[in-house]
């Protein structure tokens, strides 16, 4: 009977606790990480239509000798973004600063006095012959003293600019636009992973056909990555698990 090495069923479980992502890492040894093939993101397991309130439908009245139509948006057409697929730039440029302390400082003290100098006449016959010796007139005695003081501080301090190209994935019924931009990077082998995504104005975009991120409504801004640095500054997977089940 051929005996299995003990080294081989123990190589499998650590691949299996491992997962598909380290296997991912393993199968990219000695070779940057592999970008990814662009597409349709509509065509992507984990895209789902938008859906935003909308106003009521207005049907605009034709007007005779007049070359405006009622509830138009522009008199002359422009190139920029209006229709599923159309491409424009999103700019990104995020600078957050914020700072909080607190000082907390709170003292309590008390202290209470309890006698019984006289309780139903036995305190001349009875209670002096179980308490002898007892000073009747301060029989409890009660003192107590709190402190507390306290201080916290945060500071965050985020600077984030990017520049990357979106498309229109969808026009909706009140003709805002849904944009998704995505953007692939790799120095060396570091490979930086950008994503941004939205629902824009028509009116908002410039004439250069771009759009800044703080008139995009439900935006979604990822700036990522992975590659060698990115598993130096990440905590190995057994260490996240101790971090989270561990209560001390």
Request: hydrophobic fraction near 40%; aromatic fraction near 2%.
């Amino acid at each position: 009977m051929t005996r299995i090495p003990c080294s081989i069923p123990l190589g499998i479980a650590l691949l299996a606790l491992a997962g598909c992502g380290n296997l991912q890492r393993l199968s990219e040894v000695g070779r940057p990480p592999a970008m990814t093939q662009p597409g349709d993101p509509t065509q992507e397991a984990s895209w789902r239509p938008l859906t935003m309130p909308m106003p009521t439908p207005q049907t605009a009245a034709p007007q005779a000798n007049s070359l405006w139509r009622s509830g138009s948006r522009a008199f002359f057409k422009d190139q920029r973004a209006a229709t599923v697929g159309d491409i424009l730039t999103v700019l990104v440029n995020i600078a957050d600063a914020a700072s909080l302390k607190n000082n907390t400082t709170a003292n309590r003290k008390g202290n209470e006095s309890l006698g019984l100098p006289n309780l139903l006449g036995l305190e001349a016959t009875v209670i002096p012959r179980l308490l002898a010796g007892v000073d009747m007139n301060n029989v409890v005695g009660l003192s107590s003293a709190n402190g507390n003081a306290g201080t916290g501080e945060m500071k965050r301090d985020e600077t984030v600019t990017l520049k990357l190209a979106g498309v229109v994935t969808q026009v909706l019924p009140n003709g805002n636009l849904v944009v998704a931009a995505r953007q692939e990077v790799r120095v060396n082998a570091e490979l930086r992973e950008l994503a941004v995504s939205g629902v824009i104005r028509p009116q908002d975009i410039g004439s250069d056909n771009t759009v800044r991120h703080d008139r995009m409504a439900e935006a979604r801004i990822a700036y990522g990555g992975r590659g060698q640095l990115t598993d130096l500054q990440t905590p190995r997977w057994g260490q996240q698990v101790l971090d989270i089940v561990l209560p001390f």
